[in-house]
């Protein structure tokens, strides 16, 4: 008989435990618990008039401190100026600390959303952190559980299988028998951490304008994000809750080529999660994958749809997709690991979310400039036309690739300018959206570089059509739900039977970068608080462009 606990979420049918009629104690107030959690948040990186932990507010001015002001006496103005920043301030941040490494570990992900020599230099922050000192991860496990290593586990492998900034993981087997994974979080992190925050806040303010960023991603905007999404990450209890609410999503969307490990009925604390070992071929190893017999543009559309189902329809998505969080199993499901970056939309998020979407499918510009207002990229009193109209989306669409650097240069700025006289920022759940979605836009260069992109996009948009069509149209108070594809297509300059493939994508960016003055080695730059983040989904220059954050992320530039 199948376990009782798949009618409750998508998980494996060779369950060590079921977590059907199960008390779990660790779950009871999780709700109330998440939000407390983000106040708190919020709080400590709230700019007081007081000064944060002084001691460690010493250290941190004088570490950053010294990576700008290295930059600024040595690489400022040169055509090195942001790789020469980028990687005085990776060096800086692997100085200060876990909470620092995981900062730059999340700017890492964010490919279009932050310049991309900052992206690659930080890049080099996923690499694995040296692990705490066994006796410490022994006693953690020991406070938290109430007994001895020796009492839970029959095997407890001493060295991590993975460590990370906040924790590490370690294989074992518990007493029952059952084979498991324990994440143990290190010790005192919590509290530097909380340190930290208060410093990122107070410090956050004093950069604006100061060093080069992406332009709507200022200092501020990104130390209130990383707040909220680090301080989750602190409490396991909360983890666990969501993933089980993944797990349900995907049951209830019928996805079932994603698994969720379970997590232990009564062995999660707020330092400790046990939960169910799941193996299986490294993401983004097609070779192994096909080798396998598995089909590799399958595994990457249903991780897509499952994805987009989640976020438009109930609200909660894995946040940090990247390969180490996913494995492929032998039967071609792919394992969705580490939720302790998970995104929440409240109703009024999810529908502007399920708009974005839907507007872009039916390449309607003024209704996805109105869901990025309501998602909170801009001030909710924006007047959507004249946003519209300062942004040149009301005329006959331009491939930027077209234009010359000049007339590049100066849209950019018309563009950049516009967009911060309406106040925009980008919201931790539209970040951590693009940031998936870039992704898996990464993951179509190995596992399916020659399909059709567009192709793709109309089966998985005709999907959402098909299934939930008319859950949506009434959410959204339309007749009928409508896929324009031809409208997109145009957009992107394209006769209908033309195709368009990743390699097609990466030769357009290409061509987009090396274009003079648009940011090609040895040219003069632009000042970044004119620039706005490359890729992220906007289509600048004038014409009636589809500006959301694309499904595949096929911007030309």
Known sequence: MPPRDLELGSFTEQAPWTLAGRDLGWRAGAGARRASTRAAASALTARRRLLPPARRTVRVVAVLGAALGGWWLRDRGTPRSRAGLSRRLRRA???????????????????????????????????????????????????????PLAEVFDRFERAPIAAASIAQVHAARLRTGEEVVV????PAIARLVHQDLAVMGWLAPLLVGRIPVAALANPPALVDVFAETIAEELDF???????????????????GGLVVPRPHPTLVTRRVLVMERLDGYPWGDADALRAAGIDTVAVLTSALVAFLEGLVLFGVFHGDLHPGNLLVRPDGRVALLDFGITGRLDETKRRAFLRLVMTAAANDVRGQVAALRDLGAVRHDTDIDALVRDLGLDGPAVDPTTLSAEELTRQIRE?????????????????????????IDGAMATMAPDVDVLAQVATILGHLQQRHGERIAGELGLGAVTV????????????????????DIQERRRVGRERPGCGGEGQGEEPEAHRPPRDAGWRHGRGNHTISTSYVNFSPH
Do not use: N, W
């Open 93 to 147: 941040f692997e100085r200060l600390g876990p909470t620092y490494i995981k900062l730059g570990q999340i700017l890492s992900a964010g490919e279009g959303l932050f310049p991309e020599e900052l992206v690659t230099e930080f890049r080099r922050c996923r690499d694995p952190v040296p692990p705490v000192p066994f006796a410490a991860v022994e006693r953690v496990v020991g406070e938290d559980l109430g007994a």
């Open 183 to 186: 994440k143990v979080q290190r």
């Open 237 to 255: 209890r909360l983890e666990a809750d969501s993933m089980l609410d993944v797990a349900a999503v995907l049951a209830r969307t019928g996805q």
């Open 415 to 439: 563009v950049t300018k516009a967009l911060m006289g309406y106040g925009a920022r980008i919201p931790k759940e539209l970040m951590l959206f693009v940031k998936d979605l870039l992704f």
């Open 484 to 503: 324009d594809m031809a409208g997109i297509r145009g957009s992107l300059g394209m006769g209908e039977d033309e195709v368009l493939t990743h390699r």
